[in-house]
């Protein structure tokens, strides 16, 4: 999530709920472990009337797929003969 201003506010109000926020430039970066993390996430920034720029899942650049140590999230050829 993207926030122009109160990041440090928003990561300490996320944290005393229970939401672990690491700052990732200028955005903060949050795990997607819970169904209402977006609501939660929402109700935080509202409470402290925020300007929210950006809130969606982080993407993956096609790099980061050939990095060495990157878990493997798929199983590739799933069903082939082998």
């Known amino acids: 999530m993207e926030v122009s201003e109160g990041v440090h506010e928003l990561a300490a109000a996320l ?29 935080v920034v509202a409470e402290l009337n925020l300007p929210l720029h950006r809130l969606d899942q982080r993407r993956h650049r096609v790099a980061e797929l050939f990095q060495v140590g990157t878990p493997v999230t798929e199983e590739v050829g799933h069903g082939a003969a082998r």
């Open 15 to 43: 944290a005393a709920r229970g939401i672990v926020a690491v700052r990732d430039g200028d955005a903060l970066t949050v795990a997607l472990d819970r169904d209402d993390i977006y609501d939660r996430i929402l109700t």
